[in-house]
């Protein structure tokens, strides 16, 4: 899930956030634009926050990601310039979620896009506010930045989830434009569904939505592990890992290597 914040008001921005999450209860919540400084606490229960606020005396921007404790998660470092953060969460299967947000004014270099998509672990989803317009994703015409992140999906073979409800409201001009949105790995894209919420919820955003659409009565969350409860001393001794299983270079590999019961 995908949505905007109010650069008003913080706790009204938090109450709006709950709204939502009470509605859909998410594995995640990827905020941009947050207007957020280090002094700055946000809490949800059963939430975590991995967030990137703005600096010095910019007060404009700001990005986090909410993912529910209920679904194992871990933060993903990133060494980019960009307002950019990352986590990888073990939902269906363990994917990288990343949200980011290209201030409309600042001059981005297509090195750092490319930097930030080759930081990212496939199966990966880019969910954020480029404030880039293409024909692509339904805009009139394509500017400059909407050539710059056409030519990330190009270079990068990524899949643009696009739906063509738009998702965002020009208020000085009483327009509606997409500028939001959902970028994936090639693998996701079959099991993706993007929708766009209707109430902007005290923003000029509209929430967008994504979904597994395997099963579309399921809940989003996945089944909850009980860690504490597990029996570790039959788990060892019914588990066969051997040295050669586990010292391997990637951390990734070894863990596949690792029986499952």
């Known amino acids: 899930m995908e949505t905007d914040a109010n650069p008003s008001d913080t706790d009204y921005v938090t109450d709006d956030v709950k709204d939502i999450i009470c509605q859909y209860h998410p594995v995640c919540v990827a905020l941009q634009e947050t207007f957020l400084k280090s002094c700055h606490t946000t809490k949800i229960r059963r939430y975590g926050c991995v967030r990137k606020d703005t600096e010095g005396p910019s007060v404009s921007g700001g990005v986090c990601i909410f993912t529910s404790l209920d679904v194992p998660s871990s933060a993903l470092p990133l060494h980019t310039s960009l307002q950019a953060v990352a986590v990888r969460i073990h939902s269906t299967s363990l994917i990288t979620v990343c949200c980011l947000y290209l201030p409309p004014n600042t001059v981005i270099h297509q090195h ?50 696009y739906h063509e409800e738009p998702t965002y409201f020009h208020e000085p001009t009483r327009s509606f434009h997409t500028i939001d949105l959902a970028i994936c790995s090639p693998s996701l894209l079959p099991h993706l569904n993007l929708s766009v919420e209707k109430d902007l919820y005290n923003s000029d955003h509209f929430p967008v939505i994504l979904s597994h659409n395997s099963d579309p009565g399921a809940k989003p969350f996945p089944p909850t592990y009980y860690y504490r409860r597990a029996d570790w001393a039959l788990f060892t001794q019914l588990a066969v890992i051997t040295d050669a299983m586990v010292k391997t270079e990637s951390v990734n590999t070894a863990v596949q290597e690792v029986p499952m019961f």
């Not at 506010?129 to 990068?156: M, Y």
């Open 112 to 161: 750092d896009l490319n930097n930030l998509v080759d930081q990212l672990p496939a199966p990966f989803i880019i969910l954020g506010d480029f404030n880039g317009h293409s024909t692509l994703w339904g805009s009139a015409k394509t500017n400059p930045r909407g050539r710059q992140i056409e030519q990330v999906l190009s270079d990068h073979c990524l899949c643009l989830l």
